[in-house]
């Protein structure tokens, strides 16, 4: 059974930066992909960025430039860095584990089967 345990969330202003960080426990890196995905209130659950067992990278258009998804294989880690934050990426952050697609092309909530129980992110202006 795949157990995954978020950290690193909290308050910062806007512009400012904060890395989450995602243990895995049960998991093979072999296995194809890990993504971070938020939900905010009233709003539906949104992919962030994903990655892949070859370290192919994919985001959503929203946090291009500004997020760096990354795995450590040692640590069995999943980080993600957040650069000039803004209000609108207030959100809990969410990460998850397996996608049976094989693809992460597209960063969909529906292709992921294990989850983590989510870490709040607060961002002020």
């Known amino acids: 059974q795949i157990q995954l345990v978020e950290s690193g969330g909290g308050s910062v202003q806007a512009g400012g930066s904060l890395t989450l960080s995602c243990k895995i426990s049960?998991?093979?890196?072999?296995?194809?992909?890990l993504a971070w995905f938020r939900q905010s209130p009233g709003k539906e659950r949104e992919g962030v960025a994903a990655?892949?067992?070859?370290?192919?990278?994919n985001y959503a258009d929203a946090v291009k430039g500004r997020f760096t998804i990354s795995q450590d294989n040692v640590k069995n880690n999943l980080y993600l860095q957040m650069n000039s934050l803004k209000p609108e990426d207030t959100a809990m952050y969410y990460c998850?584990?397996?996608?049976?697609?094989?693809?992460?092309?597209?960063?969909?909530?529906?292709?992921?089967?294990?989850w983590g129980q989510g870490t709040q992110v607060t961002v002020s202006s």
């Open positions: 998850a584990a397996d996608c049976p697609t094989l693809s992460i092309d597209t960063i969909e909530s529906r292709d992921y089967i294990f």
């Open positions: 990655i892949d067992r070859d370290g192919e990278t």
């Open positions: 049960g998991y093979t890196f072999s296995t194809y992909c």
